[in-house]
């Protein structure tokens, strides 16, 4: 009478651990598996759609105040500060498609917005507002480009945030030598 007990519980027993065994050999089969090293290392190494959403709008911002700019009357020094920010901004612009277009990801071409511009008669006054207006939008994208390269896994990706950060603080610097 013991014995009929008993077998149930090792049949039981027997059954659960077979399961366990033929699990972990799975697991053990999927690691072994090309195919799913390759997924999830491109799962790892997946860009963020919003990241270069977000930087290229941001970018997008600048090259319209910079083209704005270009067509209104500044002085000498203004005119090159805008230059350099306007080729630095299609330089990364181009970098940015570059990533996108690796991803498969679509992103704006343009942007209609010149926020913080106002018409200004005298030359002094149209510089300060277009410097500051730049000062502006470049602190936002050295924000956005110092997100990204917290947060994404792609080594690309955060290359490129590491280099913008050091190209648009040094423009945040000429910016500021001219204001001050």
Known sequence: MKIKRIIPKLLFLLAV??????SCKREEKNMDNPIIHMINEDIHNKVDSQFLNDITVSGLKILNV????KEQELSLAT??????????????????????KKNLIILP?????TEGITEQNETETRDYVYLVALE???KEEVEEFTM?????QNEELKQLAEN??????????????ELN
């Open 164 to 177: 913008a950060i050091g190209e648009l603080n040094s423009k945040l610097n000429l910016i500021n030598s």
């Open 148 to 152: 990204v390269k917290k947060n994404t």
């Open 66 to 69: 910079t083209q704005y700019a």
């Open 79 to 100: 005119q090159n500060i805008v230059s350099g920010i306007e080729a630095k901004h299609l330089n990364l612009n181009k970098r940015i498609k570059k990533i996108a």
């Open 109 to 113: 071409d343009t942007i209609q917005e």
């Open 136 to 138: 502006k939008l470049i």
């Open 17 to 22: 651990t077979t399961g366990v065994l033929v």
